[in-house]
């Protein structure tokens, strides 16, 4: 080997050094799988258990019933992950867990499901569909963040398709929304939005599953207290209780709380939270369907015209996030 070769092969080996070929990471169909069954629960079911919870309500108390839906079933996963061998929760942890829980569950759902006795499904799915215009305040007043025009565009959708959605020029007609449940759906969204905010930085287990069933046994705990302080409790009779409420409160155990909620909790570790929001505004519609199909909820062209604004509104700020959850991190070369 002469020496021209010799320094040939010293440069090409210099050079496959500084670029290495990188194989991308083949793809996993079964993990592929496992997202779109996830992406489903969340869709079709959370959709689903607000007529669930509107069926639930009709012969069970509002509180009785949900807070023995989320009891039972944070406690059911509570139990099946410790029998796992999962590490129990620390006191820091359990505190977290009972301020979240107070917020999501115990207001957020707990205001939903009293409403729900006067409120449609569908409407009250389309008011729940505010709750990313909340972060959106929260974060503007927490931390001075500025939002962008189309941020702004999308709150003021979000308010023109509530204006539009609760007709305050014809509030006295039979026809329109209750204003005192629609305002105990929305002071539902704004615990929801703040108990959302405040888990980001909150202590929580390692297991996340853990956390939410902690979550579900505190606030279900809540709640069944809100019904006995209240006197539902004690004035509630089980022979009145329908079978049709009785089934919707165990699909709103197994498929609302322990399925998707689940579900909602491994997809965001699984794909970017900008991608799971999306349920905001896929919910009220699947919402919507079914309590005109099943429930002979009102559906007219106000109430559509209002999903269609609502809804707008919903994406354009959930797609500046996705947006900004897809910029490319970039560093300094040293």
């Given at each position: 080997m002469n020496v021209r070769e010799g320094r040939g092969r010293s440069r090409r080996r210099k050079e496959s050094m500084k670029s290495p070929i990188v194989n991308p990471a083949p793809v996993d169909p079964r993990q592929t799988t496992k997202i779109v069954l996830a992406f489903a629960a969340v869709y079709i079911v959370w959709g689903s258990t607000y007529l669930g919870i509107r069926f639930a309500v009709e012969t069970i108390p509002p509180f009785l019933m949900a807070g023995t839906r989320f009891f039972i079933a944070g406690a059911g996963l509570y139990l099946w992950l410790r029998l796992r061998g999962v590490k129990g929760p620390t006191r820091s942890q359990w505190k977290s867990a009972a301020i979240i829980g107070f917020l999501l569950i115990g207001g957020g759902n707990g205001a939903v499901s009293w409403a729900e006795q006067t409120v449609p499904s569908g409407l009250t799915a389309l008011i729940i569909a505010l709750i990313p215009l909340w972060f959106v305040v929260i974060e503007w007043m927490q931390h001075s963040i500025r939002p962008s025009l189309e941020v702004v565009l999308g709150l003021a959708l979000g308010l023109i398709g509530m204006i539009v959605l609760i007709d305050p020029a014809r509030i006295t007609d039979s026809g329109h929304v209750d204003l005192i449940g629609a305002a105990v759906v929305v002071?539902?969204?704004?615990a929801w939005a703040i108990g959302s905010m405040y888990s980001r930085g909150a202590e929580h287990p390692s297991r996340p599953l853990l956390g939410t069933a902690m979550q579900m046994m505190t606030g279900g705990a809540l709640l069944l207290l809100t019904s006995a302080v209240t006197g539902e409790a004690a004035s509630f009779e089980m022979h009145q209780v329908s079978a049709v409420s009785l089934v919707s409160?165990?699909?709103?155990?197994?498929f609302g709380s322990l399925i998707a909620f689940t579900s909602y909790i491994w997809l965001l570790k699984a794909t970017t939270p900008a991608r799971v929001s999306t349920y905001a505004y896929v919910n009220p519609v699947i919402a919507?369907?079914?309590g005109w199909l099943l429930a002979d909820e009102l559906l007219n062209a106000r109430i559509i015209i209002a999903a269609i604004i609502i809804?707008?509104?919903v994406v354009l700020i959930t797609s500046v996030k996705m947006r900004q959850?897809?910029?490319?991190?970039?560093?300094e070369k040293g």
């Open positions: 002071a539902g969204t704004i409160l165990g699909y709103l155990i197994v919507v369907f079914l809804v707008a509104g959850a897809a910029k490319p991190i970039t560093t």
